[in-house]
């Protein structure tokens, strides 16, 4: 099946950085969704985004379906966005899969 | 509106004891499924159900079972609890297919003794 691959797996930053979350897959999807748990464990979807860029606020997200690879933009961090960043991707009507996340840390 | 709601919060078990965690959503959502979560595995497909009367296995399914009799309710049953289910539950729900947008509700922490 296909496998999802994020990068890093922790990213410790101080309060106002910026930073770049990566996802990679290995085969061609045509769903891709960025979540985001809290440190209280809730999952919140931030964007559905198979291709192109879009923007929410300080955050915003590109997917480049053909390079196989979507990237997480977070601008002006702050302690509110700590938590694990995870990318989900599937194919036609098949099931998301999950990569294994990106754990940020953001330090006032 | 309450978009996916999962009880028990919490829960302990003994090995051996059965119990279902309940989730419900009131979204007419058509897609319906239950994650674990277990420390650096990300999250793990147990069970799916495309609409009422409709389940199918997913990933790890070893251990539990499901139904939807209705389009609102999707709980899952552990048959025998072992130590091994030890985690976090997750319900999730989207309209139309799978890899639509996904509203997760708040989790069950499982523990078994």
């Known amino acids: 099946g296909i496998q999802v691959e994020q990068s890093p797996p922790d990213l410790i930053l101080q309060e106002g950085a910026n930073s770049t979350l990566r996802c990679n897959f290995s085969?061609?999807?045509?769903?891709l969704q960025w979540f985001h748990q809290n440190p209280w464990g809730q999952l919140i979807n931030l964007f559905y985004?198979?291709?192109g860029t879009k923007q929410n606020g300080r955050l915003s997200a590109t997917t480049v379906a053909t390079e196989r690879y979507s990237l997480l933009y977070i601008s002006s961090s702050q302690t509110t966005d700590s938590g694990v960043y995870f990318c989900?991707?599937?194919?036609?009507?098949?099931?998301?899969?999950f990569g294994q996340g990106t754990r940020l840390t953001i330090n006032p | 509106n309450a978009g996916v709601t999962q009880t028990p919060k919490f829960q302990v078990l003994k090995t051996g004891q059965s119990m279902t965690l309940q989730c419900a959503q009131d979204?007419?959502?058509?897609?319906m499924s239950w994650y674990r979560q277990d420390p650096g595995m990300g999250l793990r497909l147990i069970h799916y159900?495309?609409?009422?009367?409709?389940?199918d296995q997913g990933e790890v399914p070893n251990g539990y079972n499901v139904s939807r009799s209705t389009t609102e309710d999707f709980p899952l049953r552990l048959l025998s609890a072992a130590p091994s289910q030890t985690s976090v539950y997750f319900c999730?729900?989207?309209?139309?297919?799978?890899?639509?947008?996904?509203?997760f509700g708040a989790g069950t922490r499982l523990s078994v003794l």
């Open positions: 979204m007419n959502h058509e897609y």
């Open positions: 085969d061609s999807v045509n769903n």
């Open positions: 985004i198979p291709s």
């Open positions: 159900s495309v609409g009422a009367g409709i389940t």
């Open positions: 989900a991707v599937s194919q036609g009507a098949q099931k998301l899969v």
């Open positions: 999730a729900s989207s309209y139309g297919k799978p890899g639509n947008i996904q509203y």
